[in-house]
């Protein structure tokens, strides 16, 4: 394979596994930064700065100790003892996350398509099943498809908002407030220990595989600049339309005024960033069970959407993003103070 297209595969798989249903309704991006005003602009370039570090750390360490999934990467990290309480604590954070991004879809399929609740969720599963199957050669294949997609989308929302006024783009710029929630200053980093952390069970498997040190610090960095460009494009849209920050699914409220079309190709992204993270977590999970439990690999892909299925219906889509997203993060800081001290091992 060519290497630039491995290093755009690399890329946009880490992107589309950062993504997930809370970034395209925007509501990720409200609770971490649009609600801090024009500062969340920063915040969202230093956020950017930490996954692409941080990504591709993770990357060249699991190339370099060739790290199965992320148990053995953990267990480099922090030892055995303690590596087991973290492979734990990070089995019980994707799990809440791929519960709840089912749940998310299967309310796509009914509440904006009219489609029953549990046929939704059973559609779901079954072709995250098909894709997860395939292996790491399947998360290619979708993400070469919805990554550009989704950053296709957002420039069209981007653009559609700021053509006739750029000055709208320029304005929350001359007037910059401290916040009143000394908590924005923390925002970036936590929601960044959050995606790297959650990321962590795709990106250790994806270094293992491709192995090639270039492909994965290439991958790494536009991985990170597209993660850049799309948070910027969604805050941007956003930050002129504040109206919308106490709505469930802000872009909702910006899509609605582009006609019906453009509202079918919003849940078609919504969707998309669902099966996107559900299928990459699922992937990363069920290689760690196969690998701790000595499972064949379909059985343990099997027992993880059972299980997320079971849960599925145990949060609400709002709960999750205000309250569980930021304690996740803060979880998080601890994990990254820790990959920072850790060196990455010689060949």
Same mark, same amino acid.
């Given at each position: 394979m060519n290497q630039w297209i491995s290093i755009m595969l690399v890329a946009a798989t880490y992107i589309g596994t950062v993504i997930g249903a809370g970034f395209a309704t925007g509501k990720e991006i409200v609770t971490f930064f649009s609600n801090y005003g024009a500062l969340g602009t920063f915040g969202i370039i230093v956020?950017?700065?930490?996954?692409?570090?941080?990504?591709?750390?993770?990357?060249?360490?699991?190339?370099?100790?060739?790290?199965y999934s992320?148990?053995?990467?953990?267990?480099?990290?922090?030892g055995k003892a303690w590596g087991?309480?973290?492979?734990?604590?990070?089995f019980i954070i994707v799990m809440s996350v791929s519960s709840v991004m089912l749940s998310g879809a299967?309310?796509?399929?009914?509440?904006?398509?009219?489609?029953?609740y549990l046929v939704g969720?059973?559609?779901?599963?079954?072709?995250?099943?098909?894709?997860?199957m395939k292996g790491l050669k399947g998360l290619f294949a979708i993400n070469s498809y919805i990554v550009p997609l989704i950053i296709l989308f957002s420039l069209f929302i981007f653009i559609s908002i700021f053509d006739q006024n750029l000055s709208l783009l320029i304005a929350p710029f001359l007037s910059i407030e401290m916040p009143k929630n000394p908590l924005w200053?923390?925002?970036?980093?936590?929601?960044?220990?959050?995606?790297?952390?959650?990321?962590?069970?795709?990106?250790?498997?994806?270094?293992?595989?491709?192995?090639? *040190?270039? @492909?994965?610090?290439? +991958?790494? &960095?536009?991985?990170? #600049?597209? $993660? !850049? %460009?799309?948070?910027?494009?969604?805050?941007?849209?956003?930050?002129?339309?504040?109206?919308?920050?106490?709505?469930?699914?802000?872009?909702? *409220?910006? @899509?609605?005024?582009? +006609?019906? &079309?453009?509202?079918? #190709?919003? $849940? !078609? %992204?919504?969707?998309?960033?669902?099966?996107?993270?559900?299928?990459?977590?699922?992937?990363?999970?069920?290689r760690q069970l196969k690998m701790s439990f000595g499972l064949k690999y379909?059985?343990?892909?099997?027992?993880? #959407?059972?299980?997320i299925f079971l849960i599925s219906q145990q949060?609400?889509?709002?709960?999750?993003?205000?309250?569980?997203?930021?304690?996740?993060?803060?979880?998080?800081?601890?994990?990254?103070?820790s990959l920072l001290l850790k060196k990455i091992p010689n060949k």
């Open positions: 956020t950017c700065y930490l996954l692409t570090f941080f990504g591709t750390k993770i990357m060249l360490i699991s190339a370099q100790i060739e790290a992320y148990k053995e990467f953990n267990e480099y990290i922090f087991k309480v973290i492979n734990f604590m990070i299967g309310a796509v399929f009914h509440e904006q398509l009219g489609i029953p969720i059973l559609v779901t599963i079954l072709f995250v099943y098909l894709v997860v200053a923390v925002s970036p980093f936590t929601y960044a220990s959050f995606n790297v952390v959650t990321a962590l069970v795709v990106l250790v498997p994806l270094g293992k595989e491709v192995k090639n *040190e270039t @492909v994965l610090r290439w +991958g790494g &960095f536009f991985g990170g #600049l597209g $993660l !850049l %460009i799309l948070l910027l494009l969604s805050h941007f849209s956003l930050l002129v339309n504040p109206g919308t920050f106490a709505f469930e699914i802000p872009m909702a *409220e910006i @899509v609605k005024y582009f +006609g019906k &079309f453009i509202h079918l #190709l919003f $849940l !078609l %992204i919504i969707f998309s960033e669902i099966f996107n993270t559900v299928t990459a977590n699922v992937y990363g999970i069920s379909n059985h343990a892909v099997l027992i993880v #959407l059972l299980i949060y609400n889509y709002g709960e999750l993003l205000t309250v569980l997203y930021p304690l996740f993060g803060y979880i998080g800081l601890f994990y990254l103070v």
